[in-house]
């Protein structure tokens, strides 16, 4: 499998453990890679795909070092964590992420904060947050990310939007749009802030 380009791996029920350190080897040219499953922490081979561009974690149980493993990956375009780690921050430091355009963060249920430090994400262009529902502080530093184009909130706690309409207003001016979607009633509603 040496020229393999995409690799899914899914486990068979919702409690079985991915075990990845067995494949001392990993596919040199894997471009795209999606684990689906219980992982402890990720597999140490993940930081030498410098081909990998797409990146797809859910239902892991990965803690707050989860993002040390994956930001230097040269070549990452997207990332997408859905439900794929317990931890309450997650911190974006310098340099990290150099060519990540598009990042979703899905229904990370214990996550309080994120911190961004300037000088990373300096590609990101669209950035997703859903239904994180601890999530009521700001996000800390996106007045960094200055080539963030589109931010789309969606089911995101009241006090976490209240901020960014209120006290965090001026830190997300330079995004063009940012959308909400929330619930309300029977309705799902979509609105466009500024």
């Known amino acids: 499998m040496t020229g393999l380009l995409r690799l899914s791996i899914t486990a068979s029920t919702e409690s079985e453990e991915l075990v990845l350190e067995k494949l001392l080897v990993p596919p040199v ?17 993940l930081k030498s795909l410098a081909n ?5 974690l859910c239902c892991s149980s990965l803690g707050e070092d989860l993002l040390s493993s994956i930001q230097t990956l040269p ?4 990332l997408e964590l859905k439900n794929a780690c317990k931890c309450r921050f997650l911190h974006f ?26 000088g990373t994400l300096p590609s990101i262009k669209d950035l997703n947050l859903v239904r994180c529902g601890e999530m009521r502080s700001s996000l800390q530093g996106i007045e960094h990310l200055t080539s963030l184009q589109k931010l789309h909130l969606e089911e995101m706690p009241p006090e976490f939007v209240q901020r960014l309409r209120n006290h965090e207003r001026a830190k997300v001016q330079h995004i063009n749009t940012i959308s909400l979607v929330y619930v309300n009633g029977q309705n799902r509603v979509v609105e466009t802030l500024f």
Do not use: C, D, I
């Not at 990998?52 to 797809?56: D, E, I, M, P, Q």
């Not at 070549?75 to 997207?78: C, H, I, K, N």
């Not at 355009?101 to 300037?118: F, P």
């Open 29 to 45: 040219f894997l471009q795209k890679l999606a684990l689906v499953g219980q992982l402890s922490r990720l597999p140490p081979w």
């Open 52 to 56: 990998l561009t797409h990146l797809y």
């Open 75 to 78: 070549t990452l375009a997207f």
């Open 93 to 118: 430091t310098a340099g990290g992420f150099p060519k990540l355009n598009k990042m979703r963060l899905l229904e990370l249920v214990a996550l309080t904060a994120l911190r961004l430090e300037k």
